[in-house]
């Protein structure tokens, strides 16, 4: 008798702390970070009209740098690093 009354006794705190559990991993998945937006590569194109086999044509930049890239419009092909400022021939 005396195992009946304290399993009695512990029952609705099982309970209780079941019930708890589930309302906290609930609201945890409400308040979950979502995962970051694929990346989307960069493209760029040759705006110089000095070179007609390659002006206007979009490349997508190399993985390696998606976002810092421009277009070697004598080679005709992407190219990773910053555009230099006294460049004649890099125009992306």
Not at 5 to 13: A, I, R, T
Not at 24 to 45: D, E, W, Y
Not at 60 to 78: A, E, G, M, N, Q
Request: with cysteine.
């Amino acid at each position: 008798m005396k195992t009946m009354s304290s399993l009695l006794l512990w029952l609705p705190f099982l309970i209780v702390s079941s019930v708890m559990e589930s309302l906290v991993t609930s609201q945890l998945s409400l308040f979950a970070i979502p995962p970051p937006p694929p990346l989307i590569p960069k493209q760029v194109r040759c705006r110089s009209p000095l070179f007609p086999s390659c002006f206007g044509q979009w490349h997508t930049c190399p993985t390696d740098c998606r976002k810092d890239c421009y277009i070697d419009c004598v080679s005709c092909k992407p190219v990773c690093g910053k555009l230099l400022p006294r460049s004649n021939h890099f125009l992306g």
